[in-house]
């Protein structure tokens, strides 16, 4: 009599996201021989989780606020699902299907789950009241209806489970991962375009939480001081996040001497081509795969020292950390890029070394498949 495959189900608020990060993940439990479903907000990207032998379900998941009985609503219907659906393992990507989809497992029965917290942004460390009122709702939730015996916690960085409660060092409860794997293939290494101008992109949703005007206010102050540098981003609006910036704002900011706001792009292994670094004044990350694509071309990065973004970039190693906010710090750090062409080559040859040591997508998938593995043969 032949086994069955274990069934394996991931949890996304989009198709686009879970498009985006997750695939090589997910083709590499198929090829571990897993059944593969995907329940997320299906839109434009159905046909290519189906290419891939994947079955999409589609479920609503709006990402903005919504009131308790939508909430309600919401963890009723995944639910439902995940009782028809019986999953051997349930894969919560993202803080949003981390709780509740958390909840709607426990619900459901469902034995085995993954929740794979993708970065925290202010839940992680602010001091305001909110922001600490959340934290303390959220480690309640992961340590009770959300953890138990059942549960791994997925991060991408070291610096998050100590705030929820967790402990990194603790294999039966959280397991660490570089990202969601590159392929090197696709973002080869380039010879750096001639400088000046110094050229950075950032290439990232348009949201204020990635820093986007701490990036625009560097260049102005850089090229106030007489450093030649332009700044492209590259990137959309995302209504459906609180912290979106409006087309308004980008198109003033464009407007401005050394600033060009590019729009979404497809050929990101083409935009750093054309740059010679990375820039991500973020809030806090889990681990940003605009830096490791840049990284992988061989780019230098810069970015906040924050979550996420300290756990990649080494100060004067493979790019540089700056305070978060601290237009003037980035500034300076133009500076001497735009003077030192030796030091942005061997930035970005340290940067491209890192990512192939242990960020690719057989470094990530090795240490998801153990997961999968080390849950289900876990006794509940």
Known sequence: MTRPKPKLLYVATEDWFFCSHFLPMARAARDAGFEVVVACRVRDHGEAIEREGFRPVAVDAERRDRGPADVWRYVRMLAGLLRRERPDIVHLLAMQPVILGGIAARLAGVPRRVCAVTGLGPVGGSPSPKWRAVRAA?????????????????????????????????????????????????????????????????????????????????????????????????????PSNATTIDEATLREWSARPGVRWQGPTRDVAGVWRDHHAAVLPSHGEGMPRSLIEAACCGRPLL?????????????????????????????????RLARDPALLARLGEAARADILAGYTEHHVASTVLAVYRRLLERPL
């Open 138 to 238: 959220i480690r309640a939730l992961f340590a009770g209806p959300i953890g138990g015996r059942g549960s791994i916690f997925l991060f991408e960085n070291r610096d998050d489970p100590p705030a929820l409660g967790l402990d990194p060092a603790d294999p039966d409860e959280v397991a660490v991962v570089n990202g969601a794997g590159i392929d090197p293939a696709a973002f080869p290494a380039a010879p750096m375009p001639p400088c000046p101008p110094l050229r950075v992109a950032t290439v990232a949703r348009m949201l204020w939480t990635k820093g986007v005007d701490t990036a625009v206010e560097a260049v102005r102050l850089a090229r106030a001081g007489g450093v030649d540098v332009e700044l492209s981003l590259y990137g959309a609006p995302d």
């Open 303 to 335: 970015a906040t020292d924050v979550s996420g973004c300290r756990s990649l970039v080494r100060d004067g190693h493979n790019g540089f950390l700056t305070p978060l906010g601290d237009a003037a710090a980035l500034a300076d750090r133009f500076a």
